[in-house]
């Protein structure tokens, strides 16, 4: 059998420990234990919570599974994704293809939610934030090293060093 973890979780006003096997079950499907308490808290059962990886969340107070893109994100209720066998990568896909959601999915029920976002904003806003850390890029450069941008001349005095290596090892000699 196994032990149990130390952290417990809240249902129903009552503190229950997971097992190893069922933190394993989280690690598997990468979840966060605050994640497994959350979908407790919106009606979930433990073996639901553990059950779905983290694409599936709470929606119209349904489990659906989520499938995110830029401008919309589907929600698809599990009832109807068990009938149904889709994959969300395939999905995408097809949409920027330019196919309609309803052609793929057919006659099932879903859930649309805009974003408000469109390629066109997420651009603009990739480049000024571009811009932005060059401009700090060259803001901390001038911090750093400010007699490089103040107009100071860089004249380097050649060391005795520097004049002993060119007269004897860096430049051809003539050989008489």
Known sequence: MYAKSKTPIVIDGREIVLTNKQRAEMRVKQLSLALVQQRINEGWTLKQALKYNSTYVTKNNEICWMIPMIEMSFYIPVR?????????????????????????????????????????????????????????????????????????????????????????????????
């Open 80 to 176: 109807e994704k068990e009938r149904i066998n889709v994959v969300g990568a395939r999905i995408t896909e097809r949409v920027k293809k330019g196919e309609w959601i309803d052609e793929i999915l057919g006659d099932i029920d879903y859930y649309v939610e805009y974003n408000g976002r469109t390629h066109y904003d997420l651009a603009t806003d990739d480049i000024e934030r571009k811009l932005e850390a060059e401009k700090l890029e060259e803001e901390r450069k001038k911090r750093l090293k400010p007699w490089l941008y103040d107009g100071t001349p860089q004249a380097v005095k050649p060391s005795e060093w520097f004049k002993y290596l060119c007269e004897n090892d860096l430049m051809k000699k003539a050989v008489r």
